[in-house]
């Protein structure tokens, strides 16, 4: 419904299970020809099905090499389903960079600590209404406070992981690894934010968006090689 009234030039009627429509029409239009690009996220499998007959973007938050082989799977086959291309992937998660390996894991301690003593002072806690993202990322943090090469997850299991609340810890080089891995794995969008917004986006675009760009692009070169 929402995508006739984003593209319809006349007046439509639409019926469905929740909504039924006489007429409808928007004069106002969406730049983008076909409608807003839509993002879709959540691991349910409700949320996988609309996925797989709507979204243009998956969005992941940032998940085990394992997760996100999972999750991609089941994305793939509900859009197959539907007759419909793969949606792309994104990751969502919060680097954390130091000039070196051991700096970056002692600045994630700090944060930590800064988020703990936050959290006491405040004596907020976040509502136990877990969705299934948030339970994924629990999940994950019961296995261990380091995931994979540098997946850290102690905030997300401070805050109940409702939110973008893991990182991943290292230098630039290290951590852009880690994105050109997830990109090997089929994500092509990272969403990036830092504990220290300002520092951190400067970080990013000086150093860790420029690696990962670079390692991406020599991943790509290489498989065009072993193709031919």
Request: glycine content about 8%; proline content about 4%; charged content about 25%.
């Amino acid at each position: 419904m929402v995508r006739l009234e984003w593209t319809c030039e006349k007046p439509f009627n639409y019926s469905g299970k929740y909504y039924n429509v006489e007429n409808g029409f928007s004069q106002v239009k969406p730049l983008q020809k076909g409608g807003v690009y839509t993002f879709v996220g959540g691991g349910s499998d409700a949320a996988v099905e609309v996925a797989g007959k709507h979204a243009d973007t998956f969005a992941l938050w940032g998940e085990s090499y394992a997760q996100v082989r999972d999750v991609t799977a089941r994305v793939r086959v509900a859009a197959a389903r539907h007759g419909r291309p793969t949606p792309r992937f994104s990751l969502s998660v919060r680097p954390i960079l130091a000039d070196t390996e051991e700096k970056a894991w002692a600045k994630a301690e700090h944060i930590l600590e800064r988020a703990t003593t936050l959290q006491d002072q405040t004596g907020y806690r976040r509502p136990n209404h877990a969705t299934d993202g948030a339970k994924r990322l629990l999940a994950l943090a019961d296995q261990g406070t380091r995931i994979d090469k540098r997946l850290w997850t102690e905030i997300a299991k401070l805050t109940g992981a409702n939110s973008n609340t893991t990182a991943l810890v290292g230098t630039p080089e290290q951590v852009a690894e880690v994105f050109a891995d997830y990109y090997d794995l089929g994500v092509s969008h990272f969403l990036i934010r830092g504990f220290d917004p300002l520092v951190d986006a400067i970080d990013y675009g000086r150093e860790l968006i420029p690696l990962t760009r670079k390692l991406i692009a020599a991943r790509d070169e290489q498989r065009g090689i072993a193709a031919e």
